[in-house]
T-cell receptor, first 115, second 109 residues
Framework: DAGITQSPRYKITETGRQVTLMCHQT?????MFWYRQDLGHGLRLIYY???????DKGEVPDGYVVSRSKTENFPLTLESATRSQTSVYFC??????????????FGEGSRLTVL | GQNIDQPTEMTATEGAIVQINCTYQ??????LFWYQQHAGEAPTFLSY??LDGLEEKGRFSSFLSRSKGYSYLLLKELQMKDSASYLC??????????WGAGTKLIIKP
């Protein structure tokens, strides 16, 4: 089915472990984004990508790594998970034009708990 | 600094009208978004305003005043399914999105 999908939807891990959250979109949208959402905060941008092989840091990139070898995939890796990275992570995509003037399409979210 | 302010929570009655306000302070301005987010779900797009005035889409309308750094989302004929959080986000001069913390709207019968 067309759309944007994230996996896993739920993940529990331990401090220090590496975790990868996957994001896949079928629209061939140029822009893809990773956000985290925590109670009391707005959505905070971790990383974004304007096209394959082009990525850039957002507001809160520390402790995260991204790659985009194919247009449709944008995985987010926590190299050594910390408790402060417990959050709900949303992947989003956008058709393009000037960044952030188009509608964002969000995945269902990945709820990560770091013990 | 850049900032988006919106009320944390609002309560309204089914069938009534509610206005959710958003004030923004951004370096430059390239538009303002409203998204709806039901509990445990992803945000979904409601509106994008870049020019002053009111834009209506069915029961939902969004208003922008660039001179006042102010926007509101107006929901008419409230239904129980409108219970959700409403996220305001401004686009600054670098085309970065600045998100508010969201307004949780509670609809009572």
């Amino acid at each position: 089915d067309a759309g944007i999908t994230q996996s896993p939807r739920y993940k529990i891990t331990e401090t220090g472990r590496q975790v990868t959250l996957m994001c896949h979109q079928t629209w061939s949208h140029s822009y893809m984004f990773w956000y985290r959402q925590d109670l009391g905060h707005g959505l905070r941008l971790i990383y974004y990508s304007a096209a394959a092989d082009i990525t850039d840091k957002g507001e809160v990139p520390d402790g995260y790594v991204v790659s985009r070898s194919k247009t449709e995939n944008f995985p987010l890796t926590l190299e050594s998970a910390t408790r402060s990275q417990t959050s709900v992570y949303f992947c989003a995509s956008s058709e393009g034009g000037a960044a952030n003037t188009g509608e964002l399409f969000f995945g269902e979210g990945s709820r990560l708990t770091v013990l | 600094g850049q900032n988006i302010d919106q009320p944390t929570e609002m309560t309204a009655t089914e069938g009534a009208i509610v206005q959710i306000n958003c004030t923004y302070q951004t370096s430059g301005f390239n538009g303002l978004f409203w998204y709806q987010q039901h509990a445990g779900e992803a945000p979904t797009f409601l509106s994008y305003n870049v020019l002053d005035g009111l834009e209506e889409k069915g029961r939902f309308s969004s208003f922008l005043s660039r001179s006042k750094g102010y926007s509101y989302l107006l929901l008419k004929e409230l239904q129980m399914k409108d219970s959700a959080s409403y996220l305001c986000a401004g686009v600054d001069s670098n085309y970065q999105l600045i998100w508010g913390a969201g307004t949780k709207l509670i609809i009572k019968p």
